[in-house]
């Protein structure tokens, strides 16, 4: 029980940072809020749950067919950890998200499914650190994986309805310190899971299980 909930906990923190981090879906989110209202950017918030389905299984399809490599695996981790750190860096010195100027304030859910969908970032977390912790919490209990994905999704996209909500009544919000911190601590948060996947890549690669 007590993985299972770690395994809830790790979904939520990087669900978290995910919806807090500036990128083209946290502008989007931003602009609409600031041009259409707080309810136009709530459409944009959801878009996640639409696009995200499929990047997450194809991802897991993927490395589940690798699952017997040990050296593919600790490649991936590797690779994760790097990417988790190239995103601390960026959070770290991320500036908080300006609305872009769009005359178009209609069919917010489908501009946000677009932008997300086009998005790297999505891709290459599932692929280098979403999905290795599926299949590692899978190989461990069966239950982990779906209770990290509700942590994940209820995070992400309860963050982003929160900026939504707090930038339609207050466009200082972003520019406030508070949103800076928060950015400044998923930072060091962000660096914690990097060392963490640095450490699973080696075991991999040198005993050839976590």
């Not at 998200?97 to 999505?122: A, C, E, W």
């Not at 994905?149 to 406030?176: D, E, M, T, W």
Request: hydrophobic content about 55%.
């Amino acid at each position: 029980m007590d993985s299972l909930w770690t395994d809830f906990i790790t979904g939520c923190v990087l669900g978290f940072w995910a919806g807090m981090s500036p990128g083209p879906l946290m502008t989007l989110v931003v602009t609409e809020a600031v041009r259409g209202g707080a309810r136009a950017g709530l459409r944009v918030a959801a878009a996640p749950l639409i696009t995200d389905f499929p990047i997450v299984a194809l991802s897991v399809f993927v490395l589940a067919q690798m699952a017997h490599m040990a050296g593919v695996l600790g490649a991936v981790s590797l690779a994760g950890g790097c990417f988790i750190l190239l995103l601390a860096w960026e959070t770290w010195k991320a500036r908080p998200p300006q609305p872009m100027q769009q005359s178009d304030l209609s069919r917010s859910l489908r501009k946000g499914v677009i932008t997300n969908f086009l998005s790297p970032h999505p891709y290459l977390f599932w692929m280098t650190v979403g999905s290795p912790l599926l299949l590692k919490g899978w190989s461990r209990e069966p239950a982990a994986p779906f209770l990290l994905l509700a942590g994940f999704y209820l995070c992400l996209v309860g963050a982003k309805i929160s900026v939504a909500l707090l930038v339609g009544r207050s466009r200082n919000f972003l520019q406030g310190r508070t949103y800076t911190l928060v950015l400044r601590f998923m930072a060091a948060v962000l660096l914690l899971f990097a060392l963490m996947f640095f450490r699973d890549g080696w075991r991999l690669l040198t005993a050839g299980t976590l």
